[in-house]
């Protein structure tokens, strides 16, 4: 039998790889973004106006990624190549927490990290996430350390979120809005806690 030629042969492979790899790039990713939600209800600081500042999320670094993660089991998680976030997740997670905030202290003046050395705060939160995506089980789950300092770095309050939410419906769309309604309960429990942390008259 004749042989064909090395470059005849590599020629043939490279071929070969270009037909099957075929419509690979034909697939488009979908972007996901968090939102802030409409309409929540407001809570009272006593007429006082305050200036909160929503300091950096920290995630995990399994969730520091483009890629919407989902757990499959205790000790495995799934990258959905074509379901990505259209912005880092923790700048998401604080511009979104900052603008629920403004809507539930209609009275305070919120800005979210990064902020200006020279901004004097009255006070401060940090938000140090453990968990944040879709379950085996398929509900959304939530998990957060929270504090909330004074504007010279006294802590006033600290509290442990464990937040779950109902994924109604199938795909990441529905996935992504569970995660946004575990965020507003969270944006909640934070405007709870500092109007709880406020000094009374």
């Given at each position: 039998m004749?042989?064909?030629?090395?470059?005849?042969?590599?020629?043939?492979?490279?071929?070969?790889?270009?037909?099957?790899?075929?419509?690979?790039?034909?697939?488009?990713?979908?972007?996901?973004?968090?939102?802030?939600?409409?309409?929540?209800?407001?809570?009272?600081?006593?007429?006082?106006?305050?200036?909160?500042?929503?300091?950096?999320?920290?995630?995990?670094?399994?969730?520091?990624?483009?890629?919407?993660?989902?757990?499959?089991?205790?000790?495995?998680?799934?990258?959905?190549?074509?379901?990505?976030?259209?912005?880092?997740?923790?700048?998401t997670m604080?511009?979104?927490?900052?603008?629920?905030?403004?809507?539930?202290?209609?009275?305070?003046?919120?800005?979210?990290?990064?902020w200006?050395?020279?901004?004097?705060?009255?006070?401060?939160?940090?938000?140090?996430?453990?968990?944040?995506?879709?379950?085996?089980?398929?509900?959304?789950?939530l998990?957060?350390?929270?504090?909330?300092?004074?504007?010279?770095?006294?802590?006033l309050?600290?509290?442990?979120?464990?937040?779950?939410?109902?994924?109604?419906?199938?795909?990441?769309?529905?996935?992504?809005?569970?995660?946004?309604?575990?965020?507003?309960?969270?944006?909640?429990?934070?405007?709870?806690?500092?109007?709880?942390?406020?000094?009374?008259p």
């Amino acid at each position: 039998m004749r042989r064909l030629p090395c470059r005849r042969i590599a020629a043939l492979i490279a071929i070969m790889a270009a037909l099957s790899c075929y419509g690979c790039g034909s697939k488009q990713a979908q972007h996901y973004m968090l939102s802030p939600t409409p309409g929540l209800s407001p809570v009272s600081t006593d007429g006082r106006s305050i200036t909160v500042g929503v300091g950096r999320v920290v995630l995990p670094d399994y969730l520091m990624r483009p890629e919407i993660v989902t757990r499959t089991s205790a000790s495995e998680v799934r990258l959905a190549e074509f379901n990505r976030w259209a912005e880092p997740l923790d700048e998401t997670m604080v511009r979104v927490l900052a603008e629920n905030l403004s809507d539930l202290l209609p009275e305070a003046r919120v800005i979210g990290y990064p902020w200006s050395v020279a901004t004097p705060f009255d006070y401060r939160i940090t938000v140090n996430v453990k968990s944040f995506e879709q379950r085996p089980d398929g509900k959304v789950n939530l998990a957060a350390v929270w504090r909330i300092l004074d504007g010279d770095g006294k802590v006033l309050d600290t509290g442990k979120a464990d937040l779950t939410s109902e994924v109604e419906g199938k795909g990441y769309e529905a996935i992504v809005y569970a995660m946004n309604t575990a965020l507003t309960r969270l944006s909640e429990e934070l405007a709870s806690a500092l109007s709880g942390s406020l000094p009374r008259p």
